[in-house]
């Protein structure tokens, strides 16, 4: 067994840079690793701990993320020894640590002396203690105490040579995004005061002429509480806003001091893009780190890998394709689900290569050993309930070896693909707020739906947050782009003018960033460059759908349908209503925008989808919009959904990330390149490929032919890199 690389970011030189900006933060390896709570143990474990870590080949964990009350035990007294002890130990056997503050959930002495902290709900109850992350964003008590805390971590660690990252607090906002106190009602006006100034621009931008709702006093402003019927929408947005920013303030706290007392160690902290967890507006919160974390855990279900590329797309996006930190995901069951189910055979390398195929240069779980007590003893570790003798920990030392030959992929970043969805906090947290056309809308699943549309064809698409600059791309789709301020919808036009393919969706451009309707008719600050316009919304009941027809299929629409006037003469009607109240109406038009003329000339377009066709009926859609658009599989004809194609490029080489998302082996033909990971097929049969640098295995790796991706198997090539066309 070769030993492992121990995990080390590489400081350049210069100042704290977000990611994506020169100087941030670039990954000596492929890191690997966990949560490591020691203190759950007796010591004597600890020994068994670095002996099993280094059989694994485990190069970093995450230390001390729930021990405030085990550093500090009162108030004024601080236990430093069994984490001295433990950072020493790990140093000795070679493994780094990603040391955490410590402050995320906050010690029974702290809230029996100050129950101020505790954050209320909506309804005005207290969250008590017993659980964790207790806290309230916004306390200045419970600042106070944190930021002690990480004072005297920073100044204890610092030059700790196990050292190579500060984690602050741990998943922020998890439990406690939402509070309702009076310190929230505090902040939330001293926030308000700073984006309107004035009470007159907050009365306007509320549209408090509304039900009697006009402030007279900042005062009498209060966060969303449980009210008689709906609140005020813009109200419920910019306390989402605030919630929001006030997490990210704290997080700017905790980092400030530990660039101050330790300005060489790069800050992470881990989010949570994954699933329904929408509280945070993480594509605005990645400039306060030096590299970008992320905790995923599969959600089952038929999207569930579906689910787990986009996340780690997105993820990707936030990081703005600079490599990113896996924090934590599952070798198998968690706990939190109503029904926790084990991962399959070949999952657990599976979903951990996924996260790397779209820039992860780590991988790491929640947690190392699997606790004995408490409310996670029944999630997966690396090491489980049974024991080193598993087929859980013998999958945990068999990914360990291959993110070891994966070596030459770290520190390369998510190759552009030609088509991209766009994806909005503002319109995620807008598009679903209560008295709206219908509750049944649900921003992300559309967005999802779409990206399963692009795997089921076989099409690369990144997901980006809505600043990305969308220039390089070809085709975009901005499913539900709800909230359109001005200036968005110049940026959108400005795609399309310069040759840019744009793919919107029902409830798109409806509303300013003040949550008002654009006027003059539907979708808004859309309706131009669509070409269309929509007099009223016609959501469906459930039950109900409406029959389109397009490219000579029939496809079935939900949840929303609408009256669509094309009034553009340049404007193509794609698809037809067939049934229902919409019948012989357009339910998919197409734009076509021509500017300039001669060798100068571009050709773009801005198409309209207006129900809801659901991630099988997207299929045909995509495919009609990409063809037109000349956007074209990577891929073999006959793998196509099957296998998910992701690549990651150095600007030498290309990695490409062969991810066989069935449970039977797949025949890739024709992958030229260097294989790192996986199988070849030969004439003579089927055999690894070594990487070792072992004559054999380089010559044959070299060879092009098929590939066989075994179930769930996943294959990584290295190629000459490919130049992306510029548009
Ligand atoms: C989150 C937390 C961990 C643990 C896991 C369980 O990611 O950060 O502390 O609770 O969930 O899945
Ligand atoms: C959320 C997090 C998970 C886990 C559960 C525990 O869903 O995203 O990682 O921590 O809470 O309740």
């Known amino acids: 067994m070769s030993s492992p690389t121990p995990f080390r970011w590489l400081r350049r030189p210069g100042p704290h840079t977000p990611p994506g900006e020169p100087g941030a933060y670039t990954p000596s390896g492929l890191s690997y690793g966990a949560d490591y709570n020691p203190d759950q143990w007796p010591r004597e474990v600890w020994d068994e701990d670095v002996r099993l870590m280094r059989e694994a080949g485990v190069t970093v964990v995450s230390l001390a993320i729930f021990s405030w009350a085990r550093i500090q035990p009162t108030e004024d007294t601080w236990d430093f020894a069994w984490l001295d002890d433990a950072m020493d130990l790990l140093h000795a056997h070679g493994i780094t640590v990603d040391l955490a503050t410590a402050t995320a959930s906050p010690p029974p002495w702290l809230t029996t002396k100050h129950p101020e902290v505790l ?4 309804t005005g109850e207290t969250l008590w203690p017993g659980a964790r992350q207790q806290w309230r964003p916004t306390s200045p008590v419970f600042r106070e105490h944190a930021l002690r805390l990480v004072e005297r971590m920073a100044e204890r660690y610092g030059d700790h040579p196990a050292l190579v990252a500060w984690h602050v607090s741990n998943e922020l906002g998890c439990h406690n995004v939402y509070d309702f106190s009076d310190d929230a009602a505090a902040a939330f006006r001293a926030w308000l005061r700073d984006r309107y100034t004035t009470l007159d621009a907050l009365n306007a931008a509320w549209g408090t002429a509304f039900w009697s709702q006009r402030y007279s006093a900042w005062e009498q402003v209060l966060p969303p509480r449980l009210a008689a019927s709906h609140p005020n929408p813009t109200q419920q947005l910019d306390f989402k806003r605030f919630s929001s920013d006030a997490l990210r303030q704290y997080l700017r706290a905790e980092a400030e001091i530990l660039r101050r007392v330790t300005p060489d160690v790069p800050v992470t902290t881990n989010f949570m893009v994954m699933g329904e967890t929408k509280g945070m507006d993480y594509a605005a919160w990645a400039d306060e780190l030096d590299f970008v974390s992320n905790d995923h855990y599969v959600l089952p279900g ?56 779209h820039g992860a240069d780590a991988v790491c779980y929640f947690q ?126 400005a795609f399309v003018e310069a040759g840019g393919h744009l793919v919107t969706t029902y409830f798109s451009g409806v509303v300013d960033q003040d949550d008002h309707a654009w006027l003059g008719g539907y979708p808004g600050a859309l309706r131009d460059l669509l070409g269309i316009r929509v007099e009223e919304f016609a959501p469906l009941l459930d039950g109900e759908s409406a029959t389109v027809e397009l490219a000579g299929e029939q496809l079935e629409g939900t949840v929303w349908t609408e009256p669509v006037d094309v009034v553009d003469p340049d404007v193509e009607v794609l698809g037809w209503y ?73 600007g030498t080489d290309d990695f490409w990330f062969l991810v066989n998302r069935t449970a039977r082996p797949v025949e890739v033909p024709d992958v030229a390149g260097d294989v790192l990971a996986g199988r070849r097929l030969t004439a003579s049969g089927t055999r690894a490929v070594t990487t070792d640098g072992t004559a054999e295995g380089t010559a044959e790796g070299t060879a092009g032919g098929a590939l066989l991706l075994e179930p769930r198997g996943v294959a990584v090539v290295r190629r000459p890199a490919e130049p992306t066309p510029p548009r």
């Open 119 to 122: 954050p209320q709900t909506r």
């Open 302 to 357: 038929p999207q569930a890998l579906d689910e787990l590329s986009f996340s780690a797309n997105l993820t990707g996006g936030i990081a703005r394709h600079r490599p990113w930190f896996l924090m934590e995901h599952s070798t198998s069951a968690v706990n939190w689900q109503p029904v926790n189910v084990a991962k399959k055979p070949g999952e657990l390398a599976r979903d951990s290569l996924t996260h790397v195929a």
């Open 368 to 493: 190392w050993r699997q606790s004995a007590a408490g409310a996670e003893k029944y999630h997966s570790g690396m090491v489980p309930h049974a024991g080193e003798r598993s087929r859980l920990f013998r999958d945990v030392v068999a990914l360990g070896a291959t993110l070891r030959d994966l070596a030459p992929v770290a520190g390369s970043t998510q190759k552009p693909a030609r088509a991209a969805i766009v994806f909005d906090w503002d319109s995620w947290w807008t598009s679903e707020l209560d008295s709206h056309p219908t509750d049944r809308l649900r921003y992300r699943q559309e967005a999802l739906d779409w990206y399963s549309a692009f795997l089921a064809l076989g099409v690369r698409a990144d997901v980006v947050p809505s600043a990305t600059d969308l220039a390089t791309y070809d085709v975009v789709v901005a499913p539900v782009l709800h909230v359109v301020p001005a200036g968005l919808r110049d940026r959108l036009t």
């Open 578 to 650: 067939k049934t229902g109240e919409q019948a012989g109406r357009a339910a998919v038009t197409r734009r076509t925008v021509r500017t300039g003329d001669g060798a100068g000339s571009r050709e773009g377009s801005a198409a309209y989808v207006s129900t809801r066709f659901g991630r099988q009926g997207l299929v045909p859609v995509l495919a009609r919009l990409l063809d037109d658009a000349g956007v074209r599989s990577e891929l073999p004809a006959a793998v196509r959904g099957d296998v998910e194609l992701a690549v990651r490029t150095d």
